[in-house]
């Protein structure tokens, strides 16, 4: 089945700075790829995704790209405030009929130091 | 637009007491639906999902169980709990949009077995 990893599992920036995080998947076949954010107690909201047929996806200060030969894909955030510290997590899944069963990563709390 | 509902938001329970968790999606039709479980400070683990009334597939087996008596609502049960049942428990929902589906995730319920 699929794999995903995701690093770094802590990060902490200075408001104003870029966060980057990182992600790999192990199956080829793999064609969605979800960000999440999850902020304390709260369910996983989605704050941007990505199809294999694009290289990158941007949204305001939010920006993900993915290299499907070496299969990994990150997010991007830039310019970053207080209020982006919270969990994220990357997603990879299988484009399949019946239902789409998401593999998470393992998290990475971002902490935004003002 | 679609909500999605859970609830209770937080229970503590004893060990071998039932369990039932329940999800409503509000705003859409025919929904797949899932059941995640988030361990303190790790990833999402999916249980179970379902791509439409009395349909169950089971990821991990375990002493829970799900059903689908309506097409929105989807319940997270058990006969006994275990210590190692506690968590957050997250409910899901997706459509078919190009191709391949978007989950969005309710707010959660917090579980605690004493």
């Known amino acids: 089945g699929e794999n995903v990893e995701q690093h770094p599992s802590t990060l902490s920036v200075q408001e104003g700075d870029s966060a980057v995080i990182k992600c790999t998947y192990s199956?080829?076949?793999?064609?969605?790829f979800p960000w999440y954010k999850q902020e304390l107690g709260k369910g996983p909201q989605l704050i941007i995704d990505?199809?294999?047929?694009?290289g990158e996806k941007k949204d305001q200060r939010i920006a993900v790209t993915l290299n499907k030969t070496a299969k990994h894909f990150s997010l991007h955030i830039t310019e970053t405030q207080p209020e982006d510290s919270a969990v994220y997590f990357c997603?990879?899944?299988?484009?399949?009929?019946?239902?789409?069963?998401?593999?998470f990563g393992t998290g990475t709390r971002l902490t935004v130091i003002p | 637009s679609q909500t999605i509902h859970q609830w209770p938001a937080t229970l503590v329970q004893p060990v071998g007491s039932p369990l039932s968790l329940e999800c409503t999606v509000e705003?859409?039709?025919?929904?797949?639906l899932y059941w995640y479980r988030q361990a303190a400070g790790r990833g999402l683990q999916l249980l179970f999902y379902s791509v439409g009334i009395g349909q169950i597939s089971s990821e991990v087996p375990q002493n829970l169980s799900a059903s689908r008596p309506q097409d929105r609502q989807f319940i997270l049960s058990s006969k006994k709990l275990l210590l190692s049942d506690s968590g957050f428990y997250l409910c899901a929902w997706s459509v078919l949009g190009l191709g391949v589906e978007t989950q969005y995730f309710g707010p959660g319920t917090r579980l605690l077995v004493l």
């Open positions: 705003g859409t039709s025919n929904p797949n």
């Open positions: 990505i199809r294999s047929n694009v």
């Open positions: 997603a990879a899944s299988i484009d399949q009929t019946g239902a789409n069963n998401l593999f």
């Open positions: 199956d080829s076949a793999s064609n969605y």
